[in-house]
Structures are given as structure tokens and as C-alpha cells.
């Protein structure tokens, strides 16, 4: 709850939608190439895991990536795909951890937290990133 | 030719909303319709058609901004590999 006399947070919001069908298409083109370009390892294990579910998986946390560097506002520069990832908790939710270059433009823009929500149907992915700057 | 070889790599992969014989070599590719998805294919094609790999400095937007801007970082990267 928002304390009084307390600032409260400033906001930003990214979101992108992937095809299922494209990454589906990316995956059978390029195969690992693509995957591991763009994709952690944590991530490749959990969209493994259940092969029909696969490309819609991949296709949210791409699109998960791609809200994300909405968020971050990276200008031309566009940080590795693999310095956004997106972390399932077993209770079913996700939560985004960044690293290398996307973990420094979140420090330099005063990012304070995270969050993200992910989702797909009829053959499109969607994700939404929240972030909360202390100013 | 470069720019040819290019052009024929986006008509591939790069999922405009035109075609890229009517562009020309500066036409912003992301106003014709390149998603930051195929952006990811169009990298991965040229790697194949070029024999380089994009490194993290230049996978910037305005790296596949136009065929023109294409070309300068495949010369830039092919300069590197004959240092």
C-alpha cells in the first residue's frame, strides 16, 4: 500500500506481440542457431518441456524480451536478447531477470523493479513489462 | 553483388509489408514492415549469406534500418576478419 509522504514510484510499460507461427517457422529454419541466440537455457529447458506448447512458449518470452527493451528504452543500441530472461517459478507466475547489458541500462534508467505477465492464444504471444523508477 | 545479395536475403526473410525491389537502398525497412521478430531472422540469414556473425555492438535497430545500412556493417565486419 502507498505510504503517505512517501514519493510515489514512476511507471513504465512495454509490450509486444509475437506469431506463434514465425517463431515456429524461425525454430524450423534456423534450428539452434536461432534458439540459442535469442533464448537462456532456463528458458529452452521450460519451453522443452511440453513440445506442443513449445513455439507458443518460445513466442511470449520473445515477446517478453521485446517489451522489456520498451521498458528499458535502449535507444539504437538493443541489448543481447540473452540479457532478458524470463524466469517460471514453480507457483506458475514469471519474473525477469536481466544481466550484462540490459542489467546495465535498467541501473542507468534508475529501474527499481520489474514485473511481467505473459500470455498466448490463437496463434499470437503476448507479454506486458512494468517498471517501477524511484526518482 | 552485396546489395543485391542482400536484397534477396530480406524478399526472404524479412517479411515486409513491400516489395524490396521498390525500396531503395535507404528506405527505412522497420516503415516497409520489419517486425523486431523477423529483424531476428534477417540477422540469422545474413550470418548464413555472408559468413559473419553480428556481434552484440551492432545489433542495434539501426544496423538493419535500410540495405544501405546492412551493407555498411556486413563491410565492417568482413574489414575486421581480414585485419
Sequence with gaps: MHEPGRP???????????????????????????????????????????????????????????????????????????????????????????????????????????SVSLSHEAGMANAVVVATLFE | MTTDRIREVIARHGRLAVDVAALSDTDDLYRAGLTSHASVNLMLALEDAFDIEFPERLLRRDTFESVAAIGSAIHELHAELNV
Design chain 1, 8 to 114: 510515489s514510484p514512476a511507471l513504465r510499460v512495454g509490450t509486444d506481440l509475437c506469431s506463434v507461427e514465425q517463431v515456429a517457422e524461425s525454430v524450423a529454419t534456423f534450428g539452434e542457431r536461432y534458439l540459442r541466440r535469442v533464448y537462456t537455457n532456463h528458458e529452452l529447458e521450460y519451453c522443452s518441456q511440453n513440445p506442443a506448447l513449445s513455439a507458443e512458449r518460445l513466442a511470449a518470452r520473445f515477446a517478453a524480451k521485446e517489451a522489456t527493451m520498451k521498458v528499458l528504452r535502449p535507444g539504437d543500441a538493443r541489448p543481447d536478447w540473452r540479457t532478458i530472461e524470463v524466469r517460471r517459478d514453480p507457483g506458475g507466475w514469471c519474473e525477469l531477470a536481466l544481466t550484462g547489458s540490459a542489467a546495465r541500462l535498467a541501473h542507468d534508467a534508475a529501474i527499481d523493479s520489474l
